[in-house]
Nanobody, 116 residues
Framework: QVQLVESGGGLVQPGGTLRLACSAS????????MGWHRQLPGKERQWVASVFGSDSTRFYGDSVKGRFTLSRDNAKNTMYLQMNGLKPEDTGVYYCKTVLRGQEYWGQGTQVTVSS
């Protein structure tokens, strides 16, 4: 059974940093496709960043490129999203996702609020 649990969200001032974590079970994050998505207020869920299998290449959406970094700790089976230079428009619920044998799995999400 696949389970994804996000943590690390919170309230931060503009320009601040947060690190989100996605603790996974039932999936091998070092091998399977993993990603971060977010849902901004009043908008549809959007893709943020991904890593595919054992390939170390990361992919980022244009709005977060250069500010966010996706990483993995294979020993902990946990994926992270380091978010620097946060902006008010980054406010939303952040989700991790994996696709296993054609089935999508999502975490419950963690709220990120960027406000002064």
């Amino acid at each position: 059974q696949v389970q994804l649990v996000e943590s690390g969200g919170g309230l931060v001032q503009p320009g601040g940093t947060l690190r989100l974590a996605c603790s996974a079970s039932g999936v091998d994050i070092s091998r399977d496709a993993m990603g971060w998505h977010r849902q901004l207020p009043g908008k549809e869920r959007q893709w943020v960043a991904s890593v595919f299998g054992s390939d170390s290449t990361r992919f980022y959406g244009d709005s977060v490129k250069g500010r966010f970094t996706l990483s993995r700790d294979n020993a902990k089976n946990t994926m992270y999203l380091q978010m620097n230079g946060l902006k008010p428009e980054d406010t939303g619920v952040y989700y991790c996702k994996t696709v296993l044998r054609g089935q999508e799995y999502w975490g419950q999400g963690t709220q990120v609020t960027v406000s002064s």
